[in-house]
């Protein structure tokens, strides 16, 4: 695609991303203070799920340990109030981000030898192995009864935890989480759309000529995965404030589970997808968990029906049919 | 000594269990190169199933009679297979393979789903059949019984469906199959029928190991994706699609389970990665790999 | 005058000598041709020298200089790309991002995570000038899984040439076209190839597209070499013509 054309393609994609802005800066003012800490759950969980499909939609391979980087962005966050005593957000957001950044990269070692289910496999595995060590490990990590994490500051202690936890969490921290996730899609958006970006899909369509036309595979392998790592580390710095606590089960292989759904569910084949997928998903798990205890049920029969009849995902469909209804008859 | 030999017998147990699982998700990884995620939630369902049926029978059936109740476990996750490979997988072989792994892993989350619908947060047992066989002493040691006979059951499925495959016309089926689909399909092989036949006895596998266990470990929920990880470790050791591979593979990571029970507690699953690591680095496609 | 020289190269599958003790050279500039029936060892032969196998024994020179130890990237940076038979393009990204693609991971550039590929002009401009070399600019926005059969192959060649090589190896470029699309095609390699005085080696089973396009020819027999010399030659020599052409030699 030459520049131009480019611009052109990516015009109506911004416009309508600018829309869908106004609209989640509005929401603290429409909706009621519970409905918008659910869209502000929403917005973390789509952070992480951008970060995964930098690995499922742009590098083809499927993981099922995310939980890990999710888990470790916020166990650090975590650790650091309760060994260090800090309560600057900025220092957490750095910090969750180092963290799972530094693990993915460990993992990653392992991980990008393989592909296919023996990556899956591996690294579902390993984050069984930080599953069992924060379960295990109570001492440092409070076992099953988690560790808990209060109010922090916010901007370099510019904005401090108001009187109303709820209020600071749908006002102030509403924003603050609004603010990082824009930025992070940007920097996806860059990332996905920047030459290191297209020698991913390189890779994902065809490893071997990837390899012949001069990419170093296993390498950009191992940068794609620590990428996604820190991503998903950064939503789970951003996730500990907004539940207060944080306990094994954001590290055990179900919370993996509910990344690869928010993704399949959106279409890993878009760039939107993941995160329509992530507010999708918040907006079912919600309402499901009121109608149900089995809610891993419904979730588990709506994944089936979607990889079966939807396989492009909720934002792969609509694009496909916008573009066909921009084009009625499509040339054969 | 007595210790030693007790271990030994303790790692045996394991490796049968542990034999039966693998074994079921190699073989469908070697006919329809899929890994089934679901596989270990097959192995609680039958641990369930059985668990639920020996609870029905115990107060009516004498006790012997007993052990043929827990096959219906094992039955029971065949049938679930036989339903789910036609339904649920067929449609997908034509699109790229992770639609096939996405699939599984949603039947992963159903079944634990259903396992608690059905039988509710609390543990499972059937412990009247551990119970029964009692303790036997030999050689200077008392072992339970009831492990002698899991490790009897493991040698005899390792060597049935090594003769199962090896030996019948149904096993030169599945090879010819795993060896090239459409080469078989050419030459007049059912590749429909071999692929459901296959998977449901993968699920057999899983679903019996689940059912011989269940009177001494309980159904619990929780206990697919364990078995599920550690029947993975044994598959990349042995070589995934590969029966001699499970075989190996279920015998080295039984005994280092042992020792790690004694030895390394807290580390235990991280030395099996660590071994399963290794292996992955020395030979990537595992110890019985095939060409 | 050599520029790739192979000594004593040999490759076993199994109990199958796939490439048996070959000694194979190319001159500088010229269009080789690389015949034998199927299994003669051909593929294996250039999956050697493009490093996508490990050799046995043997060793492998460009330039005077051993490059048996090299990887893959070092001997493209080194100047060998190749097609491949089975056509093996990145179906799911643009004809455009194809070619691109190659051109980012030649400058180095792919280590870029935080500049928008689509903004890089010289690199727009030297894929759009590969593609309209190829007859390809009409396609420019297509997604490649979505070519035809002709047009992929053209593709797969552009994205090797793309690399700017010294030696560009072609297996097969004309493998699954129809007779009529074979001459287009070979037109267009070879107008390409020797306008910028590329050294190519093709492996081709059809004799026409053999005869009519090479400078040299060496023909292949069970893993060694049978044959090499001109056109003329090898038409000429009784044991080509027996054991590979047949009888339908073209006069």
């Known amino acids: 695609m030459s520049p131009a054309a480019a611009r052109r393609s990516a015009a109506p994609q911004l416009a309508a991303a600018a829309l869908v802005l106004i609209g989640l800066v509005a929401v603290p003012w429409l909706f009621s203070t519970f409905q918008t800490i659910t869209v502000c759950y929403g917005l973390v969980f789509a952070i992480a799920a951008l970060g995964y499909n930098l690995l499922l939609g742009y590098t083809g391979l499927l993981s099922f340990g995310h939980s890990a980087y999710f888990g470790m962005g916020a166990y650090t966050v975590a650790l650091l109030v309760k060994y260090m005593e800090w309560t600057s957000m900025e220092a957490f957001v750095v910090a969750g981000v180092l963290g799972a950044g530094a693990v993915a990269a460990l993992f990653g070692i392992v991980c990008v030898r393989y592909t296919r289910i023996f990556f899956g496999i591996l690294t579902l595995a390993l984050s069984q192995v930080l599953w069992s060590l924060a379960l295990k490990l109570f001492w440092v990590t409070g076992g099953t009864d988690g560790l808990r994490v209060p109010t922090p500051k916010l901007f370099f202690s510019l904005l401090t935890p108001a009187e109303d936890k709820l209020e600071f969490l749908a006002y102030r921290y509403y924003y603050y989480v609004l603010i990082l996730f824009v930025a992070a ?82 279409g890993f084949r878009t760039f939107w997808g993941p995160i329509v997928g992530a507010m999708a998903y918040n907006y079912l798990e919600t309402y499901a968990v009121g109608y149900t205890v089995y809610w891993q049920l419904v979730l588990g029969i709506v994944f089936v029906l979607i990889v079966l009849t939807l396989p492009q995902g909720l934002a792969g469909t609509a694009e496909g049919l916008l573009r066909r209804m921009r084009r009625p008859a499509p040339a054969t | 000594m007595d210790t030693l030999l007790t271990q030994i017998l303790n790692s045996l147990f394991y490796a049968s269990t542990l034999f039966l699982i693998a074994s079921g998700l190699s073989l469908v990884y070697g006919v329809m190169r899929i890994v089934n995620m679901a596989h270990g939630n097959l192995y609680a369902f039958g641990a369930y199933v059985a668990a639920w049926a020996v609870g029905l029978a115990a107060s009516t059936l004498h006790w012997s009679l007993l052990f043929i109740v827990l096959l219906v476990g094992a039955l029971a996750a065949a049938a679930v297979g036989a339903l789910l490979e036609p339904t649920l997988l067929r449609p997908l072989y034509r699109r790229p393979e992770e639609y096939q792994l996405l699939m599984t892993f949603g039947l992963l989350l159903i079944l634990e789903d259903v396992m608690r619908l059905v039988w509710g947060p609390h543990p499972l047992t059937a412990s009247a059949l551990s119970d029964a066989l009692g303790s036997i002493s030999f050689m200077g040691v008392t072992y339970p019984g009831y492990n002698l006979f899991v490790i009897a059951v493991g040698v005899v499925a390792a060597v049935g469906l090594g003769a199962f495959v090896y030996r019948t016309r149904f096993g030169v089926m599945l090879r010819a199959t795993s060896q090239n689909m459409r080469m078989a399909s050419a030459l007049g092989i059912d590749v429909k029928r071999v692929y459901v036949q296959a998977f449901t006895l993968g699920c057999l596998m899983a679903g019996l190991g689940g059912a011989i266990v269940v009177p001494i470990q309980g159904a619990v929920l929780g206990m697919g994706i364990d078995a599920l990880i550690l029947a993975f470790v044994v598959v990349v050791i042995g070589g995934l699609g590969s029966l001699e591979g499970a075989a190996v593979g279920a015998l080295i990571v039984g005994f280092v389970r042992t020792l790690g029970i004694t030895y390394f507690a807290e580390v235990e699953l991280a030395v099996l990665y660590l071994i399963a690591a290794v292996v992955l680095f020395v030979r990537p496609a595992g110890l019985f790999a095939r060409a | 005058m050599t520029l790739l020289a192979t000594r004593g190269l040999s490759k076993t599958f199994g109990a199958l000598r796939a490439v048996d003790n070959v000694d194979f050279t190319v001159r500088p500039g010229e269009f080789l041709a690389l015949i034998g029936s199927n299994g003669a060892g051909k593929t294996t032969l250039v999956n050697l020298i493009s490093g996508l196998f490990r050799p ?54 792919t280590r870029s995570l935080f500049a928008l590929a689509d903004r890089d002009a010289a690199v727009a401009d030297e894929a759009a000038a590969i593609l309209a070399q190829f007859g390809l600019a009409t396609r420019a926005r297509m997604v490649a899984g979505g070519l035809s059969q002709g047009e992929r192959k053209l593709l797969d060649v552009a994205v090797a040439y793309a690399l700017r090589p010294r030696l560009l190896f072609l297996d097969e470029p004309t493998s699954g076209v129809s007779t009529r699309e074979k001459a287009p095609i070979m037109d267009v390699v070879t107008s390409v190839v020797r306008s910028q005085g590329i050294t190519a080696v093709v492996i081709e089973h059809d004799m026409d597209v053999v005869f009519t396009y090479s400078d040299r020819i060496v023909a292949m027999h069970q893993g060694a070499i049978l044959a090499d010399g001109t056109p003329d030659e090898i038409r000429r020599n009784d044991q080509v013509t027996s054991t590979l052409i047949g009888t339908v030699a073209p006069a």
């Open chain 3, 56 to 109: 046995d024994a043997g060793r492998i020179e460009f330039e005077g200089r051993d490059v048996t130890q090299q990887s893959v990237n070092e001997r493209i940076r080194t100047g060998i790309a190749r097609s491949f038979q089975l056509v093996n393009l990145f179906d799911q990204m643009s004809v455009f991002d194809n070619v691109a693609l190659t051109v980012f991971a030649r400058e180095r550039k």
């Open chain 1, 185 to 266: 899609t940007a920097v996806m958006w860059l990332i996905v759309h920047s030459p290191f970006g297209k020698a991913l899909q390189a890779i994902r369509d065809n490893e071997t000529r990837a390899e012949f036309v001069g990419v170093q595979v296993r390498r950009y392998r191992w940068v794609a995965f620590v990428v996604s790592g820190a991503f998903t580390g950064l939503a789970g710095a951003l996730w500990v404030p907004l539940n207060g606590l944080t306990t094994p089960d954001i590290v055990y292989w179900p919370f993996s589970g509910r990344i690869v759904f928010f993704v399949v569910l959106g």
